[in-house]
């Protein structure tokens, strides 16, 4: 019994951490007034550009750079439509993800061909001593991949210069009234800018995650929703970064439920199970009641008068 909760928490973890570190730069990226929905792309973008340099470098390290420094050029694109050029935000980020699956299948059959092994190097498990010897939650938490860490350590971080610093504090004014913002002399543009790279960069991070610690391959739209997932868990987490920890690792216990079904003897189908996540994200964004943390400007361009 022990075992069982054990993996299954282990399982948890894994499965939420992609979700999280995505979520995390959303929330940037949201209370500066910014509606990033082009993350599911961005995020495969950065599943295959991991693979791709994890391929050429025979590093997952520098994989990882390399999926984050191909989605700052697409997020710089996002950027310049979204804020310098004043587009319809929505529309950018749907543009995004359509150009990120056509692009990905076609690089990826490009370089690999279809149906060709990918012998890439992924991210291993690191044991932290002592720590991973804790009864139950020790080698479910302290057993992890180096991005596992990463992303639970970077949540008080996050949260700390989101409430507590000069620069969070002009991105989440930035978010309630910019006009106020620039009045002042904080450069409304550039925050938005910043935002918008750190979520892009993030998103990359995530999907190398997704490619390289946990499939160990790249395959053809393989993020499978885990973007929008992200973009539900920053609202139910209401737009904080503990409050996303919450609601990413309520998605990743849906998706190790999943899994821990589809390996019983219960005679369900197995397309229930698959679509276990997505139910409990809708379900979960209904039953959302708590006041929202939403910037005031979320989604509305600002016009420099």
Same mark, same amino acid.
């Given at each position: 019994? @022990?075992? *069982? +909760?054990?993996?299954?928490?282990?399982?948890?973890l894994r499965m939420a951490t992609p979700l999280l570190i995505a979520a995390l730069g959303l929330v940037y990226c949201s209370r500066s007034g910014i509606v990033n929905?082009?993350?599911?792309?961005?995020?495969? +973008?950065? $599943?295959?550009?991991?693979?791709?340099?994890?391929?050429y470098t025979g590093s997952a390290l520098l994989g990882a750079l390399v999926a984050i420094g191909v989605n700052l050029i697409v997020s710089l694109v996002f950027a310049?439509?979204?804020?310098?050029?004043?587009?319809?935000?929505?529309? @950018?980020?749907?543009? +995004?993800?359509?150009?990120?699956?056509?692009?990905?299948?076609?690089?990826?059959?490009?370089?690999?061909?279809?149906? &060709? $092994?990918?012998? @890439?190097?992924?991210?291993?498990?690191?044991?932290?001593?002592?720590?991973?010897?804790?009864?139950? +939650?020790?080698?479910?938490?302290?057993?992890?991949?180096?991005?596992?860490?990463?992303?639970?350590?970077?949540?008080?971080?996050?949260?700390?210069? /989101?409430?507590?610093?000069?620069?969070?504090?002009? %991105?989440?004014?930035?978010?309630?009234?910019?006009? =106020?913002?620039?009045?002042?002399? %904080?450069?409304?543009?550039?925050?938005?800018?910043?935002? %918008? #790279?750190?979520?892009?960069?993030?998103?990359?991070?995530?999907?190398?995650?997704? $490619?390289?610690?946990? /499939?160990?391959?790249?395959?053809?739209? *393989?993020? =499978?929703?885990?973007?929008?997932?992200? #973009?539900?868990?920053?609202?139910?987490?209401?737009?904080?970064?503990?409050?996303?920890?919450?609601?990413?690792? !309520?998605?990743?216990?849906?998706? =190790?439920?999943?899994?821990?079904?589809?390996? &019983?003897? !219960?005679?369900?189908?197995?397309?229930?199970?698959?679509?276990?996540?997505?139910?409990?994200?809708?379900?979960? %964004?209904?039953?959302?009641?708590?006041? $929202?943390?939403?910037?005031?400007?979320?989604?509305?361009?600002?016009?420099?008068?």
């Open positions: 019994m @022990i075992e *069982m +909760i054990t993996s299954f928490l282990s399982t948890d929905i082009g993350v599911e792309g961005m995020m495969l +973008i950065g $599943s295959l550009m991991g693979v791709v340099g994890s391929y310049f439509f979204a804020v310098t050029i004043k587009a319809d935000q929505n529309v @950018i980020g749907t543009a +995004i993800n359509t150009f990120a699956t056509g692009l990905t299948v076609t690089v990826n059959r490009v370089i690999f061909g279809v149906g &060709t $092994s990918q012998n @890439i190097e992924v991210f291993e498990r690191v044991k932290i001593p002592v720590l991973s010897e804790i009864p139950i +939650i020790g080698e479910a938490v302290f057993d992890q991949a180096i991005l596992v860490y990463i992303a639970l350590i970077a949540v008080p971080v996050l949260w700390f210069i /989101l409430m507590k610093t000069s620069l969070g504090l002009k %991105i989440r004014s930035v978010g309630e009234n910019p006009q =106020a913002c620039d009045t002042v002399g %904080i450069n409304v543009y550039r925050v938005r800018y910043g935002t %918008i #790279l750190f979520s892009g960069a993030l998103a990359g991070l995530a999907g190398a995650y997704v $490619s390289m610690g946990q /499939l160990n391959s790249f395959t053809e739209d *393989m993020i =499978a929703g885990r973007g929008f997932i992200a #973009l539900a868990a920053v609202v139910l987490g209401n737009y904080m970064p503990g409050g996303v920890l919450a609601a990413t690792l !309520i998605f990743g216990a849906a998706s =190790a439920l999943q899994y821990r079904m589809q390996a &019983t003897a !219960i005679s369900v189908p197995y397309q229930f199970w698959l679509m276990l996540p997505y139910v409990i994200t809708i379900i979960a %964004i209904c039953l959302y009641r708590k006041s $929202s943390n939403q910037a005031a400007s979320t989604g509305k361009p600002y016009n420099k008068q």
